[in-house]
């Protein structure tokens, strides 16, 4: 079993940006020792670019694919999916 934990996301409607950071632990016995500790998530979508941040610092440009799954994770909020459509009926 996979467990999420401090869990924050900041949203920046105005400029189509959100990034979110948790730390995810497994809760058996036979998962390994950092699992245990939690392993923590850094993800970041800014317009069309995202990347992930790990523990080092060091950003990574993710995939289109995981860009385009954050932003469709990003319009399941309602405030978002209500501010996007009406942004795209204005222009």
Do not use: E
Not at 11 to 17: P, Q, S, W
Not at 26 to 39: E, H, I, S, T, Y
Not at 63 to 76: E, G, I, V
């Amino acid at each position: 079993m996979t467990n999420m934990t401090a869990y924050d996301r900041v949203i920046d409607v105005a400029h189509n940006r959100t990034r979110v950071k948790a730390r995810m632990y497994r809760a058996f016995v036979f998962a390994a020792g950092a699992m245990m500790k939690g392993l923590p998530i850094h993800q970041v979508l800014d317009g069309d670019v995202a990347y992930d941040v790990p523990a080092t610092g060091n950003a990574r440009r993710a995939s289109a694919d995981a860009a385009q799954k954050r932003r469709m994770d990003l319009l399941s909020i309602p405030l978002v999916a209500v501010r996007t459509a009406l942004a795209v009926a204005a222009a």
